[in-house]
């Protein structure tokens, strides 16, 4: 059975960084796709950021470019969300998916299996 877990998130200052973690038991994840999502409260869950399964072509939400950076570890099947210089506005329930495919990818359904979410709260 694919499960994905979720760390990191809390409640932070505006202008603060946390870091996310997403790991991943039952299924290999060295070959596929790996992306994170957010769904803040009342609004619908919105594409965050993706990477491949070699780490290469890495892609990002156009609010979130430069202030955020996917990564992921092969060997520890761990796959990362840096935020830093946080606003308000990034305050959601956060989550990572394991993807179908090998490349990296915003739209939700070329994602299988999700995680449970993790909240991030950001305070002006």
């Known amino acids: 059975q694919v499960r994905l877990v979720e760390s990191g998130g809390g409640l932070v200052q505006a202008g603060g960084s946390l870091r996310l973690s997403c790991g991943v038991s039952?299924?290999?994840?060295?070959?596929?796709?790996m992306g994170w999502f957010r769904q803040g409260a009342g609004k619908g869950r919105e594409f965050v950021a993706s990477?491949?399964?070699?780490?290469?072509?890495?892609s990002y939400a156009d609010s979130v470019k430069g202030r955020f950076t996917v990564s992921r570890d092969n060997a520890r099947i761990t796959a990362y969300l840096q935020m830093n210089s946080l606003k308000p506005e990034d305050t959601a329930v956060y989550y990572c998916?394991?993807?179908?495919?090998?490349?990296?990818?915003?739209?939700?359904?070329?994602?299988?299996?999700w995680g449970q979410g993790t909240q991030v709260t950001v305070s002006s």
């Open positions: 998916a394991l993807g179908r495919y090998p490349s990296a990818s915003s739209d939700q359904s070329d994602y299988a299996y």
């Open positions: 039952g299924r290999t994840f060295c070959t596929s796709g």
């Open positions: 990477i491949s399964w070699t780490g290469a072509n890495p």
